[in-house]
């Protein structure tokens, strides 16, 4: 019981942040937490086998699949505050919290009776016991999962296959492609420039100073910038002469 | 080692899980929240199974994990597939059928 009154606060704690938090990846971190403590609870409660499936599955296998989709959706995909449906984010709030606390205090009222315990049905171990109730009363069900499993895999692969309905670009069409455009919007046919580079802070994050002191966008990644992880050249060039002045004060 | 405080747990995990499939704007997230409920589920069919002293429950819960696992597949590849077409993965973008 210790395990489950430490476990359980962390449990709510995680599952409230992934309603407040603006990044997908940490909804998937927070997410983690509540699926690994779920997995303790499972150990606690005389479920070993299934404690080993919801690592495996849950945290190894479906998370990995979360992060993955958020890794390719990108990272400029936070949500957006912006209420579609005005009053529906507390709409949702208030009936929320009424239906949990209908399902907490009904749950909570109804007595379960006397605890029979795993101990006699665990008595031959706890995989075994499953497994004679796998593949003998449930095995027409487990036969109809791997079909289930099949068309799942087959469903992924027809949807994240493309065809490719246009012909492959090549290096004559890129090229002219690249002077069409200098010609009709005057885009620089050149290759972009480079981010800054500067004697302290040699990055991709720092953007190229133009021969006007304006920083160039074109020198960074777009992903960078949607991340909010770009750093202003001005304040970097601030940065040295504070350093400098520093020094000269030790000296 | 009363079986009251786990299902109540349960419950409030499902209802955070709910709440956030009504307030997420985020499909991923979205998705991530059916997960929760899905994981709340289980926790009450393992507790029950230990109230009745057979394995039922469990076996149970072992499917509704092999069903998440199938789901969680197909409905990330369709939000690939709507961010690749629509360079979005909000689920208010996606209202083409109201027109």
Redesign the interface.
């Known amino acids: 019981?210790i395990a489950?009154w430490v476990l359980?606060p962390i449990?709510?704690l995680a599952?409230?942040g992934?309603?407040v938090v603006r990044k997908?990846v940490h909804?998937?971190l927070l997410?983690a937490v509540?699926?690994i403590s779920?997995a303790i609870?499972?150990l606690?409660?005389?479920?070993p086998?299934?404690f080993a499936?919801?690592i495996i599955?849950?945290t190894g296998?479906?998370l990995m699949?979360?992060l993955f989709?958020?890794m390719?959706?990108g990272v400029d995909?936070?949500?957006?505050l912006?209420e579609?449906i005005r009053g529906?984010?507390a709409m949702?709030?208030v009936?929320?919290?009424l239906?949990?606390v209908t399902?907490?205090l009904g749950?909570?009222q109804v007595s379960?009776?006397a605890?029979?315990?795993?101990s006699?049905?665990?008595s031959d171990g706890?995989v075994e016991?499953?497994a004679q109730?796998?593949f003998k009363?449930?095995v027409f069900?487990f036969e109809v999962?791997s079909a289930?499993?099949i068309?799942?895999?087959m469903?992924?692969m027809v949807?994240?296959h493309?065809e490719r309905l246009t012909p492959k670009p090549s290096q004559a069409d890129l090229a002219r492609r690249r002077m069409r455009d200098y010609a009709e919007h005057g885009r620089h046919p050149g290759p972009l420039p480079n981010p800054g580079v500067f004697a302290r802070h040699n990055a991709v994050d720092t953007p190229a100073l133009l021969p006007d002191g304006t920083p160039s966008e074109a020198s960074i990644s777009r992903v960078l910038a949607a991340r909010g992880t770009v750093q202003s050249a001005p304040e970097l060039a601030d940065d040295i002469e504070q350093l400098y002045t520093g020094e000269e004060d030790e000296k | 080692?009363?079986?009251?405080?786990?299902?109540?747990?349960?419950?409030?995990?499902?209802?955070?899980?709910?709440?956030?499939v009504?307030?997420?704007?985020?499909a991923?997230?979205v998705?991530?929240?059916v997960?929760?409920m899905l994981?709340a589920s289980?926790?009450a069919l393992?507790?029950?199974?230990?109230?009745?002293?057979?394995?039922?429950g469990?076996?149970a819960?072992?499917?509704v994990?092999?069903?998440?696992?199938?789901?969680?597949?197909?409905g990330?590849?369709?939000?690939?597939?709507i961010?690749?077409t629509r360079r979005?993965?909000?689920v208010?973008d996606a209202s083409l059928l109201k027109y």
């Open positions: 019981m489950f359980a449990m709510v599952a409230l992934i309603l997908a909804a998937a997410l509540v699926m779920l609870l499972y606690v409660q005389d479920a086998f299934l499936v919801q599955v849950y296998a479906i699949l979360f989709v958020v390719l959706v995909a936070s949500d957006s912006v579609t529906q984010r949702a709030l009936v929320g919290v239906f949990g399902l907490a749950v909570a379960v009776g605890i029979a315990g795993l006699e049905a665990n706890n016991g499953l109730l796998l009363d449930y069900a999962t289930l499993l068309t799942a895999a469903g992924a949807l994240a493309r | 080692m009363s079986a009251t405080p786990f299902l109540v747990l349960s419950a409030i995990l499902f209802t955070i899980g709910c709440v956030g009504l307030t997420r704007r985020n991923i997230v998705f991530m929240c997960e929760l994981n289980n926790l393992v507790t029950f199974s230990r109230v009745h002293g057979n394995l039922d469990q076996v819960a072992f499917f994990m092999v069903v998440a696992a199938a789901e969680v597949v197909v990330l590849a369709i939000i690939m597939t961010f690749r979005s993965a909000s208010d």
